[in-house]
């Protein structure tokens, strides 16, 4: 019988390692107007009918929170967030490493019911932007209405910042925003933004190694 072999862990390698280091989150004043790439976390796209009732249940019950199901919507639970991308799929962001057991029991518990479950982790970058001026540094090169009465915490949307297709969720009043670009465009996006930063003093987060 042939020796089984461990796989050995796999680093999670942000789309940006060749310019900054990845971190798990920002320092949180309010004020700095901060970029960073977050450690790239798991992803999973999931698809199902929403107005059926056992999919929306089971999807849940896995979860630990609600299927978001109105438009550009946002739940999270502990260390899961699902974003809404459309009246049939949603974006699971789970820490990183965790994608993997989640898929496993998604799979179990929608045995049998209409529904999609698939592994979407290096599909997209994760960066994170907050600051006073964040909101500024975003309607420099996005046409979405970024007003607090428009769009709040836990609101998202797909759009286009700078022309490369992006989705935008926000997570507080600081405001603070989290950006998925494809991970082939993230270092044109961050670059973008760091210039249009400039004029607010923004800077990249941690300060690039000399």
């Not at 390698?13 to 060749?18: D, E, F, P, T, Y």
């Not at 999973?44 to 059926?52: F, K, N, Q, S």
């Not at 630990?64 to 459309?86: E, I, M, R």
Request: aromatic share 6%; hydrophobic share 45%; charged share 20%.
């Amino acid at each position: 019988m042939p020796e089984l072999i461990t796989p050995l862990p796999t680093e999670r390698v942000g789309a940006l390692a060749h310019r900054i280091a990845s971190v798990e989150t920002l320092p949180s004043d309010g004020e700095d107007l901060l970029l960073a790439e977050l450690v790239p976390p798991g992803m999973i796209a999931l698809r199902g009918v929403a107005g059926d009732e056992r999919f929306v249940r089971s999807a849940g019950s896995v979860l630990d929170c609600v299927l978001p199901l109105g438009a550009n919507t946002v739940t999270s639970a502990q260390a899961v967030t699902v974003l809404w991308l459309g009246p049939d799929e949603w974006l699971i962001v789970t820490a990183p490493g965790a994608e993997t057991a989640m898929i496993a029991r998604l799979r179990t518990a929608l045995d049998g019911v209409f529904s999609a479950v698939v592994d979407v982790t290096g599909n997209r970058a994760r960066l994170r932007l907050s600051g006073a001026r964040a909101r500024d540094v975003l309607a420099k090169g996005m046409s979405l209405d970024l007003h607090p009465r428009a769009f709040k915490p836990g609101r998202c949307a797909q759009s286009t910042l700078a022309r490369a297709g992006v989705l935008l969720h926000q997570l507080d009043e600081a405001p603070t925003y989290d950006l998925y670009p494809r991970r082939s465009f993230a270092t044109y996006v961050h670059a973008w933004l760091l210039d249009a930063m400039t004029e607010y003093g923004g800077r990249a987060y941690p300060a690039p190694a000399a």
